[in-house]
């Protein structure tokens, strides 16, 4: 599989609408995203989780199952609602104790999606 990140939400939506991407088996997003230092001093504001989840839901169908996680409650609960009402299929990972929650839960919660809907890709995907 090929793995892409995205420092802002704005390059991974402009990915998505650039790539067809027929073999996506997983979105994971956060919705608190870092400023970036730009050279002239300046803050570039990278948008939110939020952005990416708005965009997806407006899509005609869902492309693949979407794994919220961030500590911003309110902002994870918009993010699923968003997407649950897109039928997205979507779970959320609560961050903890600094990196330990990674190993611990997201990874797992990430597997098990993968494997749940890489055998319907590749039903889809035969002609």
């Given at each position: 599989?090929?793995?892409?990140?995205?420092?802002?939400?704005?390059?991974?939506?402009?990915?998505l609408k650039n790539n067809e991407v027929p073999d996506l088996v997983i979105i994971a997003l956060?919705?608190?995203?870092?400023?970036?230092?730009?050279?002239?001093?300046?803050?570039?504001?990278?948008?939110?989780?939020?952005?990416?989840?708005?965009?997806?839901?407006?899509?005609?169908?869902?492309?693949?199952?979407?794994?919220?996680?961030?500590?911003?409650?309110?902002?994870?609960?918009?993010?699923?609602?968003?997407?649950?009402?897109?039928?997205?299929?979507?779970?959320?990972?609560?961050?903890?104790?600094?990196?330990?929650?990674?190993?611990?839960?997201?990874?797992?919660?990430?597997?098990?999606?993968?494997?749940?809907?890489?055998?319907?890709?590749?039903?889809?995907?035969?002609?």
């Open positions: 599989l090929q793995i892409s990140f995205f420092e802002t939400a704005p390059e991974m939506i402009a990915f956060d919705n608190d995203l870092e400023l970036i230092p730009q050279p002239s001093g300046e803050w570039l504001d990278p948008g939110t989780g939020l952005d990416v989840a708005e965009w997806l839901a407006k899509l005609p169908e869902s492309r693949c199952p979407v794994v919220v996680h961030t500590t911003n409650a309110p902002y994870a609960e918009k993010m699923m609602a968003c997407l649950n009402a897109a039928d997205w299929q979507a779970e959320r990972v609560i961050p903890y104790n600094d990196l330990e929650w990674i190993d611990r839960e997201w990874f797992s919660v990430m597997r098990k999606l993968i494997l749940e809907f890489s055998p319907k890709l590749a039903a889809a995907a035969k002609p």
